[in-house]
């Protein structure tokens, strides 16, 4: 890796053979070991990515060396690698994925025994050992194969959802695209009685169907498919599964639609009077809970801050506008699955969503991305922070990147935690304003990422 952190918003994330090769990942497995107890039983589990094996079993050959007994969960989307890590005692869960990323990326992602994703003071307690290189030696661990882990989550799941009111006239696309909910999400939607089409349905690490990214250009495919087939929703995962967003016949349903949807859902199920969320989030979450008496509380980006703030909060639900559903009845770690099938079970007709947002003022959401090396985000950032006052901002919240606040639109410009890239992101009531600010951003991190090379 190019600077002395392993770790980013998601776990540790790399290209395979670049960043991320067998030899670095036995020795970020050893320091993962030797923070554990010995003799410590962990579990570990991947996506359908084509490095998987690779990654694995030098992650496995790492725990093992450090008296590590480790059990082999097999492909699994991560939400049931989370959950099945709390609910069979592991010690730890070792999820092998890069989520969202193209297919030449992979990564490792940590849950703790609790089904939590590893805070910053146990990833700076690994980044210690492996940066000194003080390993412990000992025994060599065991190592074993686990079977029925779709069922496992099956159970658990079927337990929290109590008489789950199904309209079973409903036609659900279920769209994995090829990744770890292949064969495990569309089964499990069609166990609970549902109506389901699977497309993008076989695994396959190269993602021949669609990128392992949902968004609105990466889902053309699956909405003329769902027309094709009469559909009434699509239900489209990403690399993972730790992301779910939704389609319908019009096209996608956007980021900040669902999220606050379900949020609604979440305020009116639970009683509890707070979302989190983070600092990418638009307003219009604000707006969809705000005659609830719902307050949204935004933290920094990401699945573990924003489970962490849940948990702080004691909030009704948790949430980050690229799809991530924190769900407390389950855990603090992201369940798009249950996520999909609480909105199921509340959707009497999948026009609701669409038809909820028309009586709320209209709000123009944009995101761009600027290719920068890992190694230039500090500084790049540190200049966007220097030169800010340039855009007149009423507000500056420096929590998580640089957001900016004016009387009718923000802006966010962040370097990602998972990407060699730097996000601008803003909303506004016009779409002239949006993308007038979408393109100042852009032009003053481009300059400043030229600059810097």
């Not at 490095?51 to 939400?79: F, H, Y």
């Not at 639609?257 to 305020?267: G, H, K, T, Y």
């Amino acid at each position: 890796m190019h600077t002395r952190k392993l770790f980013g918003t998601s776990g540790i994330r790399g290209v395979v053979n670049q960043d991320l090769s067998p030899d670095f990942c036995r020795q970020v497995a050893l320091a993962i070991g030797t923070t554990l107890p010995p003799a410590s039983i962990v579990c570990i589990a991947t996506d359908t990515r084509i490095s998987r094996d690779i990654i694995k079993e030098a992650v496995t050959a790492g725990l093992l060396s450090c008296s590590i007994n480790v059990v082999d969960l097999g492909i699994l989307p991560t939400p049931a690698l989370a959950l099945l890590t709390r609910e069979s005692g592991f010690a730890a869960g070792i999820m092998v994925t890069a989520s969202h990323n193209p297919p030449e990326f992979n990564g490792i992602k940590l849950f703790t025994g609790n089904s939590l994703g590893y805070s910053q003071t146990q990833e700076a307690e690994i980044e210690k050992v492996y940066f000194e290189q003080k390993f412990r030696q000992g025994k060599r661990g065991t190592l074993e194969q686990a079977q029925d882990m779709k069922q496992r989550y099956l159970s658990f799941i079927k337990g929290k959802l109590s008489l789950p009111g199904f309209n079973h006239q409903l036609k659900i696309v279920v769209d994995p695209g090829n990744g770890a909910a292949s064969k495990f999400a569309s089964d499990i939607f069609v166990q609970m009685g549902l109506d389901v089409i699977p497309v993008n349905d076989e695994p396959d690490g190269l993602f021949p169907g669609r990128s392992p990214e949902p968004k609105a250009d990466t889902l053309h495919g699956t909405v003329n498919f769902l027309r094709q087939h009469n559909a009434d929703l699509a239900i489209c995962f990403d690399g993972d599964a730790d992301r779910v967003v939704f389609c319908d016949k019009d096209g996608f349903l956007g980021f900040n639609e669902p999220i606050a949807f379900i949020s609604r859902l979440a305020v009116k199920r639970t009683g509890r009077k707070r979302i989190a969320t983070t600092v990418e989030t638009g307003t219009l979450l604000d707006l969809a809970v705000k005659d609830l008496g719902a307050e949204v509380v935004r933290g920094r980006v990401g699945d573990v801050p924003v489970a962490h703030l849940v948990q702080e909060l004691d909030a009704a639900l948790g949430v980050e506008q690229v799809g991530v559903y924190i769900i407390p009845e389950v855990g603090y770690y992201p369940d798009s699955i249950f996520a999909s099938l609480i909105l199921l079970s509340q959707l009497s007709d999948a026009g609701e969503i669409r038809q909820f947002f028309q009586g709320i003022p209209r709000l123009y959401f944009e995101k761009a991305r600027i290719p920068c090396l890992n190694e230039l985000k500090e500084p790049v950032m540190a200049q966007v922070r220097e030169k800010a006052h340039l855009f007149a901002p009423n507000e500056i919240n420096t929590l998580d990147g640089l957001r900016l606040e004016f009387p009718d639109s923000w802006m966010l410009i962040r370097a990602s935690g998972t990407e060699p890239i730097i996000r601008v992101v803003s909303e506004s009531t016009s779409q002239a304003q949006t993308d007038e600010l979408i393109s100042k951003g852009k032009d003053l991190v481009q300059g400043l990422v030229e600059a810097s090379r």
